[in-house]
């Protein structure tokens, strides 16, 4: 056990920890902004992954499919405020849970029906193979994927802190009536959210695609980000970075110290254990807005 | 006109906190209890009492159980098929343990096993709530999935986690027809499903009632939340508890962990969604639009001519589901069971509506 192969445990974990982040960051954009626990998210990054895939496959140009499934994940934005969201408005939380579900599974039968359920390779070009730095061995994939969700926190931070849109939906946020009162469209804001966790939905789909070749149980990355996200906190998108770097780093290493003495595959469940431990301090996770309870 | 209670008086307290306190309904379901018992096992053919009715109450129980957690006591739960593998593993062991002990026995204890697994991973509860709980209790889904396959001892140091249950012994009387293990799971069921049906009319129901609809007010006034949640978590895993044990014993007979994983979870939550949250009946209603849908959308395109593929029925399988139960939180938010009691308030005026 030298000190070197622990660097390279640990840092494996952060990077592939990163990658956790991108599927945590598209729940926690539609939470922010609508208090909606979004279960479907990771059926929507299989969704996005499918579409991107599957019009590749009509042999359009790369940036061309890029447009074509943002436009796609912009009208799936728009048919689940119109037929789900716009009709449970008002209702409890809970409820659009729930609702969120039967979207999940109706996106997973949809994608599949529609695109097929082979498993599709995809191959944008990120190289694969793993390089040297200094004397730790480090996926070069893994790097890409590190900078490829670093811009997009900062993309989103961007937009969220300087754009008219980014400070409309802060206020939504904030207080759905005030926002209201005050003259801003909550049904075009929700829309805008949910476009936005699509897009994002999109980045993970092509990234977790590229890893895993898009198939079914890339919507299962989904229960992976989710202890992600209880850890970070719904409302933190820093969170949902942070977190996925701790869950990454605290799986590897418990998989390589842990994992031979209560007989291996505890990666299953290591990650919940770890959010649920933190939650039991903080019940509202590391990065949360403190739950104010009033009677 | 028939469904009216005009002249039934109430002479007594007793008469005023009978379960069924209209006579209709007193007759409606003494009826379908006899046609439950002495009926259908004449009736129905070893296909449906084999595939349908028995899984069906079965899910029936699980779907009970999650909904005094759920729909009663409000703490959203995705770990009920965690549960339920509690309770299917504990009656193999119990099984092998003391192969002479009654199987009531047995059950009993399996339910009682997984009630203290549902006390410990009930636990966080006194400190999340809402969408944290839900997910804190994936945790438990996760880590006992995995422990029914990487922990020997529990699968008694079976290879992969499969085990094979002994066969099904009454009082020296081995079941082994379809109708016999029909009519052993209907009488648990029916049982406990009274026994359910009276905890949420008493003082335990109440109280899960009153955290649900909002737990800092229900403190004030002297509800102690500890107790409340956990025994409202103990009481769900008993009767998941159960429901695995019934699964292994007298559906599956040769188990494996998979049996017990997140779907199955999934499945009976959408079961109390459709049927009704905080609705005992509902429990009923949506175990058997659950359990029949697939068997219906699997029939109707062969019977209408359409030769669809299975990957494609499967995802129809999947779209259905996910439209259904958007649609329900649509239309009714409290599922089959609350349409089934305004057509009781309909039948109460007609056919003279003024």
Request: aromatic share 12%.
């Amino acid at each position: 056990m030298n000190l070197s192969f622990i660097t390279e445990v640990t840092l494996g974990g952060l990077l592939a920890g990163v990658m956790y982040s991108l599927v945590a960051l598209g729940f926690v954009l539609i939470y922010k902004a609508s208090g909606v626990f979004n279960y479907a998210q990771g059926s929507m990054v299989l969704f996005a992954a499918l579409s991107f895939v599957g019009v590749l496959e009509l042999d359009v140009p790369i940036w061309l499919a890029l447009l074509l499934t943002v436009a796609i994940m912009i009208a799936l934005a728009y048919v689940v405020e119109r037929l789900v969201l716009r009709p449970l408005v008002n209702q409890a939380q809970i409820t659009l849970f729930m609702a969120t579900i039967g979207i999940s599974f109706f996106l997973d039968g949809f994608g599949q029906e529609v695109w097929g359920s082979d498993v599709h390779a995809l191959n944008i070009g990120i190289p694969q193979n793993p390089i040297f730095l200094g004397s730790i061995l480090i996926n070069q994939f893994d790097l890409i994927a590190a900078v490829v969700a670093g811009s997009l926190v900062a993309a989103l931070a961007l937009f969220f802190q300087y754009t008219r849109v980014g400070r409309a939906l802060r206020a939504v946020a904030d207080d759905h009536q005030a926002a209201m009162s005050v003259g801003i469209p909550l049904k075009s804001i929700w829309v805008v959210v949910w476009s936005a966790a699509g897009i994002v939905a999109l980045v993970a789909g092509i990234m977790w695609g590229s890893k895993l070749g898009v198939q079914f149980s890339v919507a299962l990355v989904a229960l992976k980000a989710l202890p992600v996200l209880i850890l970070g906190g719904f409302t933190s998108i820093p969170g949902a970075i942070i977190g996925g770097l701790i869950i990454g780093a605290g799986e590897k290493l418990s998989e390589v110290f842990l994992g031979p003495m209560l007989g291996g595959g505890i990666e299953a469940w290591f990650a919940y254990m770890l959010a649920m431990l933190v939650l039991l301090v903080r019940p509202q996770g590391l990065f949360g807005e403190r739950i104010i309870e009033r009677v | 006109m028939l469904y009216r209670e005009v002249g039934q008086f109430k002479t007594s307290y007793a008469a005023d906190q009978a379960i069924f306190p209209i006579r209709q309904d007193r007759i409606g379901s003494i009826v379908v209890l006899l046609v439950a018992f002495a009926v259908i096992p004449l009736a129905a053919n070893e296909y449906w009492l084999r595939t349908l009715l028995t899984p069906f109450l079965i899910y029936a129980l699980a779907a009970i159980g999650l909904n005094l957690l759920t729909g009663y006591a409000g703490q959203v739960s995705l770990g009920t098929g965690a549960f339920m593998g509690v309770g299917a593993y504990a009656a193999y062991n119990i099984s092998i343990w003391l192969p002479s002990l009654n199987i009531i026995v047995v059950l009993m204890l399996a339910g009682l096993v997984a009630a203290g697994v549902g006390i410990l991973f009930g636990l966080p509860s006194l400190r999340i709530k809402g969408f944290y709980l839900a997910v804190a209790t994936l945790a438990a889904q996760f880590f006992l999935s995995w422990a029914f396959i990487r922990v020997p001892w529990v699968t008694h140091y079976s290879a992969n986690g499969i085990v094979t249950f002994p066969p099904l012994v009454l009082f020296g009387v081995p079941i082994t027809t379809p109708a016999g293990r029909y009519l052993f799971t209907l009488s648990i069921v029916a049982v406990l499903a009274l026994i359910a049906k009276n905890l949420v009319r008493g003082n335990a129901g109440r109280s899960w009632m009153a955290i649900r609809d909002m737990d800092i007010a229900a403190e004030i006034i002297g509800i102690r939340p500890l107790r409340t949640k956990l025994l409202a978590f103990a009481v769900s895993s008993f009767y998941c508890g159960i429901a695995g044990a019934l699964v292994a014993y007298v559906f599956l007979v040769s188990v494996e962990p998979a049996a017990f994983d997140l779907d199955r979870s999934f499945q009976i939550l959408f079961m109390i969604i459709i049927g009704g949250l905080g609705s005992i009946l509902g429990c009923f209603l949506g175990a058997a639009f659950i359990t029949l849908l697939p068997i219906f959308l699997n029939r109707v395109p062969t019977s209408l001519g359409l030769p669809l593929s299975t990957a494609t029925i499967s995802h129809i399988e999947f779209m259905t589901f996910g439209a259904l139960i958007v649609f329900f939180l649509i239309v009714e938010p409290h599922g089959l069971a609350r349409l089934w009691q305004i057509a009781k308030e309909k039948l109460r005026l007609w056919p003279f509506p003024h």
